[in-house]
């Protein structure tokens, strides 16, 4: 198998910005739709509404998945996009400090639209800290991405 | 809340090809991307190789959720797209009549450049039979549809 390509990889991570997002569910499979942003220190940043499913879920278990994929145009074969799935853990950011105030600073660089969300009490900011990955670079392109690897990735 | 928009729903379940599925990994969600086509009786199809860990894992544990957007094209708010997740059972189609021919057809009308998959031992297709769906239709428009609804939604 080919090296997988770091700078395809680095831009489908920095690039993107809506992802689906796995949890659990009473033991099942429940998958959204959520808007994410890199905190430029490895982890991921999702602001999430406590009235939502997904958010109900992960506070009751935190292990969840965040899948990540080049768009499709609809032409082509769509094997052959670059995708991601990042596996991990996802944590509420305390508010009431320096890390959030900059933690929102960098979700909106991302996603600017999101601001009127802020107001909302329901809505707070998530950490979702990847343990492993898997790459998929095209069809029979597999790469399982090691935490250090992964890591220095995330990192703009 | 305002009823949702059947045509822009239909649009979304028609139009799209490329999904986000989630299977059981051991009890952790483990999400992939796959290809998908309409069967034309109310099921999803699905073209899966079996040294795939998503197709291990539905084979243990059936119950599987498929998630479908809109494209994000990175312009103005993500959270206006219309999204849906499909939950429902994930079942291997027999290979060898009629129908698996018929199904067979109807993936690669919707996906022709996967015809080459099909002279791989490995691949096969499966049929995913929704039980209910989550569909949001942007920001605050959030509606769950009945089996019956969602039926009629995804025969053309």
Chains 1, 2 share one sequence.
Not at 110 to 133: C, I, N, V, Y
Request: charged content about 20%.
């Amino acid at each position: 198998m080919k090296p997988l390509d770091e700078v395809r990889l680095q831009r489908l991570l920095q690039g993107q910005r809506w992802g689906c997002l796995g949890t659990l569910d009473g033991g099942h499979p429940a998958l959204s739709w959520v808007a994410c942003a890199l905190d430029g220190q490895g982890a991921l940043l999702l602001h999430l509404s406590r009235l939502a499913r997904h958010t109900r879920n992960l506070l009751v278990d935190g292990r969840v998945s965040l899948a990540l994929t080049e768009p499709d145009d609809g032409r082509g074969d769509p094997q052959t996009l670059a995708r991601i799935s990042l596996d991990g853990v996802v944590e509420p950011l305390a508010s009431d400090n320096e890390a959030y105030h900059a933690a929102r600073q960098c979700y909106l660089a991302h996603l600017p639209d999101a601001e009127m969300l802020f107001g909302f009490k329901d809505f707070s900011l998530f950490k979702l800290t990847p343990q492993t990955a898997r790459y998929v670079e095209g069809f029979g392109s597999s790469h399982r991405l090691a935490v250090e690897q992964l890591q220095r990735l995330l990192i703009p």
